[in-house]
């Protein structure tokens, strides 16, 4: 938990934005967990794997499945609940909605964008969007943060005798 009794948090925020983000001098606050800037051993900026042929693969899918009932392969004297509509009515039916899906995934998966960490050997992504700046916005004030805290390090060390 970050102790700030004496300062405001604003006073000593280096960074912060709409999305709960903020980094001080001493911390790194991200979906409420705190990280203390010393223990942060490296961090970069990676683009994250995203899948669309997987939608392609659906969609590939759906297509055989609503030709499979457009060219009426299963036989036509099953019919099927009340509807009157036969299994290649339904698989028509099916392969349509299959095929509309499979083909708004490939669509939807954007490119992501994620802002590593390693804590002593552990590795997170803290931030992950599909906003390039965002996520070097906030690679960046971490970066001072850093400097700034190496700094303050330096300026603290004791000397004996």
Known sequence: MINLENKSIEETK?????NGVFITKE???VNHTNYHIGSIRRFNIYKKATYPIVGVVVAILGILLLLSGL???YPSEAVI???????????AVAGLVVT???VGYALLSQRKYALKINTGGRERDIIVDTDKTYVEQVAEALKKAYKKYQTKQKQTTYQVG
Not at 14 to 18: A, C, E, Q, R, T
């Open 14 to 18: 280096l960074y912060s934005d709409v």
């Open 27 to 29: 911390y790194l606050h």
């Open 71 to 73: 060219i009426r392969m």
């Open 81 to 91: 609940l009340a509807w009157n509509a036969t299994l290649n009515d339904i698989t």
């Open 100 to 102: 509309i899906a499979g």
